[in-house]
């Protein structure tokens, strides 16, 4: 009987190792992900409930944020800046959004008409300018925004991560 139990015992525990940092979240969805601000007004607080003081607020709907810790139905976010806080999840949309993000601010994002840096420029991006994000293949991104449609390099954008695939 005591052999029974203690091999249930380091079964349960090999088990729980097993497990260990795999946890699924309450969304069952990995963790970190990019979404977007489904909302143009979005309430950023400074722990997982309303009880935690507001932070600050979004107020452009389509912002690329990404999420790095899930609480039930709370999520914490990190936007390009690296700024932190939790919002309740029905603020947040799985639709894939990114910002043009350049090492120098005056600096312009060239959009092709194609994923090829031969190709006609269509546009030049100002940072900070927000897209939604068609497709990504590791290397480009074809995005589309409010007169503009093409393709940039997939570095050029904060909402992407490095040689993610986005069908």
Avoid at 18 to 35: E, K, Q
Avoid at 71 to 78: A, I, L
Avoid at 96 to 121: C, G, I, P, W
């Amino acid at each position: 009987m005591r052999a029974a139990i203690a091999a249930l015992v380091m079964l349960s525990w090999a088990a729980g190792m097993a497990w260990a940092g795999n946890d699924p979240t309450p969304s069952g969805l990995p963790v970190p992900r990019f979404v977007s601000l489904k909302a143009d007004r979005v309430t950023v607080r400074g722990g997982p409930d309303k009880a935690h003081d507001v932070a600050w607020i979004y107020t452009r709907i389509g912002w690329p944020v990404e999420i790095t810790a899930e609480f039930e139905n709370w999520r914490r976010v990190r936007d390009s800046e690296g700024a932190e806080g939790w919002v309740y999840h029905s603020l947040l949309s799985g639709r894939r959004t990114a910002v043009v993000s350049m090492k120098n601010k005056d600096d312009l994002a060239a959009l092709h008409e194609s994923a090829d840096t031969q190709s006609a420029v269509t546009a030049r991006l100002q940072a900070g300018v927000v897209a939604q994000v068609r497709k990504c293949d590791s290397h480009w991104c074809h995005i589309a925004g409010s007169g503009f449609d093409g393709w940039i390099e997939q570095q050029r954008l904060w909402g992407v991560y490095a040689d993610e695939q986005v069908n």
